[in-house]
């Protein structure tokens, strides 16, 4: 068992700060915490019994020893409860804000300090801990009527933001995508993005991370942790805190220096790494690898019933670094002979607004041995685009293998193709462009040879 | 009254091509022009009575003469159509697609010397044509159930791709805001832009004007059309076709040649034009200026519940030229006197996942003086967000009056809480960074001296 398998799957928790009102942060994080496959431990000395369960007045007076312990009381209790832990509690995760982050510099000294005599485990302070939807383990002081949880799935998110991870998990739900594990560390005093990257790459239920971070501690201990896991695994790390506001944000918000930029993203590229650029290409990106594996090769076919779309997604692919290249003239001469005069058979290939799905069908599987990816764009503001497309790119997404993602835009049928599609493991984009950088995730992004 | 009056509020509207089954495009296009506030004339040989209007054997027969004519027939009949309408339409709007886009110039040299001998004002071919809610007329072969209109409102399109506009309709509508016309050229054998931006310039329906070009005619007239109109509203130009596939790609769209990007891009900025750099953008853009308007300045205020949402939007800040700036001094200290030690009182001004909806009132009226304009965060999945905030930002805007931007993400109240923030007129956006390219907008890539 690794020590890292008591943080993401502790048998019992202990919640001091525990409380039975739910308009309080306390009793929202026992609320959720309530579904563990495991023994709660609630405490605070004013109550025998919150929630149904027996409520301690202290950490000294559960029975034995805890895997994880969360604290959420103010920051200048900290350091005495923390002091009550030692021999009881592997992990102790403490929630409360309040230290550097606010230039409490002495205090959160103090709590490494006891932490290190008390040889405990530390996770924050200042961040919203752990959510493993596998072990139903959810330390999160948010309720499900604010945050709806994501399913099972098998992206990990390791997040130093406790706001950019609420952010994710969102995105994820609503990528119709799912979750392996999730933490936030905050304040990063002891655990830090390495560990949860190694412990990752040995983690069957993960198959993709996503790193979202504005400091890093050690710095080769990063690079290389992050490099054995790119090995593994596609691994998208969000850098923020860039230029000098950025930086000066990101000071105040876990009160650790975010380092220059251009050091960092260069030793990232040394490195071979995956860095993205921005919130929203790491959403793009993220979905892409989450629904289909990474394949070798850039250049791109796009089938299209809007003109204009196709033009928009190839502007997007040459500034993406993927190719279109011409159409191979078997071909254009097999498509020319099938397709009313009016289609364009070039790439992009544009079916018009006059398009028919078998037309989606017939223009893919003739362009499949010439590509290496495939975007598929259908607006379905015309009467032409319906459901059946759905089957339709399942199959050659099945027979064909490689990877192919849709740009699907509101209005008709939409709602339910893009579904459908979803269910076929073929992620759809709101935009061209969007789109493109999904495809871009799977044709060239990747860490290691394609950095 | 100007040409383009008949154009966009024509009396009458013949159909050439007009069919009983709205499972054809002719059917569509009359059910939706039925709508008009005007007389429709159907024509097609084989009916005497249409969908209740009666029917002419071909435009001859239609009684005096049109504003308007849409011909919905295969190209090749177009020729012959379009010489029975001399003297009997001002305008010619040419739906069918097959001209030049697929290799028929001949065929749309034939129909510019028709238009001309017949002294007829042409639109397309190959295109959607005209949407002006204001007088109920929409030309698009679209049924309501695959696109749904949006209301009337402040914007005009003015799109070479019938896609993109449909795409920016869908975009307009979700963004709770409205249209004042539209219309799509395709091909663009006579009709073209820069008479579009003319007109529009005087236009009191028109408050923003969002352009989608592939290609230019005349080059200099292009320009100086789109100074004349920019000086009087802002006007947002996305150019496709900028690299050699996206070139290709609009030659094979529209037809014509999308010219060298490098030196549309210089002579954009010479006449001090406002270009975004993708439709993503477009789109972000226009969202904010139809709810605002522009203002000088760019030092920017951030408030946030989320302190790595708040280091995005400044990352996001930095990268659009937009400065952050130290919160003042009197500002700081007035803030830490009344909010607690925990909340970090900088730029951003991070209130935490304890937030309470009164803080934001506080923190943006103490900053308000000190910045140009304000971007504020509010992460749903906290519970201390609730509705009320939606009437302390709109007292904040009308009292302040600077431009001011919403990131809100999902869960929790945050549908509602969208749509109470956009009814004070105060645009939302679903990422920090978005948000960001919205005040970006309103600050300072505005047309003229900002360029």
């Avoid at 739910?22 to 959720?32: T, Y």
């Avoid at 190719?323 to 018009?352: C, K, M, Q």
């Amino acid at each position: 068992m690794k020590e890292l398998d008591h943080l993401f799957f502790p048998k019992s928790v202990v919640l001091v700060g525990a409380s039975p009102s739910e308009e309080k942060l306390g009793g929202i994080a026992l609320r959720n915490l309530l579904g563990l496959k495991g023994n709660i431990y609630p405490v605070n000395p004013r109550y025998d019994e919150i929630m149904g369960v027996r409520c301690y007045p202290s950490v000294a007076d559960v029975p034995g020893m805890v895997d994880l312990s969360v604290i959420m009381r103010p920051a200048v209790e900290v350091p005495a409860i923390l002091r009550q832990h030692a021999g009881k509690a592997r992990f102790v995760l403490i929630v409360s804000a309040g230290f550097a982050e606010v230039g409490a510099a002495d205090l959160q000294q103090e709590i490494i300090r006891i932490g290190r005599e008390g040889k405990l485990r530390l996770v924050g302070p200042n961040c919203l801990g752990i959510f493993n939807p596998w072990h139903r383990l959810d330390t999160m002081f948010l309720p499900h009527s604010c945050l709806k949880r994501p399913k099972r799935g098998n992206v990990a998110v390791v997040s130093q933001s406790g706001a950019v991870m609420i952010c994710l998990l969102d995105a994820i739900r609503m990528a119709n995508t799912g979750i392996s594990k999730v933490v936030n560390y905050g304040n990063a005093v002891d655990l830090e993005a390495p560990e949860v990257y190694e412990y990752l790459a040995g983690d069957e239920a993960t198959e993709v991370v996503v790193s979202y971070l504005e400091s890093v501690g050690d710095g080769r201990r990063f690079l290389e942790a992050a490099r054995f896991l790119s090995e593994r695994k596609p691994l998208l790390i969000l850098k923020a805190g860039k230029g000098a506001g950025g930086r000066a944000a990101a000071f105040s918000h876990t009160g650790r220096l975010a380092g220059d930029y251009q050091v960092f993203r260069s030793l990232m590229k040394q490195f071979g790494l995956w860095e993205v650029a921005g919130f929203d290409d790491l959403l793009d990106a993220a979905k892409a690898v989450s629904y289909q594996r990474p394949a070798p090769g850039n250049r791109v076919c796009i089938v299209t019933n809007g003109g204009g779309s196709g033009v928009l997604a190839a502007d997007e692919c040459a500034r993406r670094g993927l190719e279109l290249g011409e159409l191979p003239e078997v071909v254009r001469n097999g498509l020319r002979s099938v397709f009313p005069s009016f289609y364009t058979v070039a790439n992009p290939i544009d079916l018009t607004g006059q398009v028919r799905i078998e037309d989606y069908r017939e223009a893919l599987f003739a362009a499949s041995d010439a590509y290496d990816g495939f975007l598929v764009i259908a607006l379905t503001g015309v009467a032409g685009v319906t459901l059946g497309l759905a089957e339709y790119l399942r199959e050659f997404r099945e027979k064909v293998g490689k990877p192919v993602v849709v740009h699907i835009a509101q209005g008709g049928v939409a709602p339910r193709l893009i579904r459908q599609v979803e269910r076929a493991g073929i992620p759809v984009y709101r935009s061209p462009e969007r789109a493109v950088r999904g495809l871009a995730a799977l044709l060239k992004n990747r860490g290691g040879s394609h950095g």
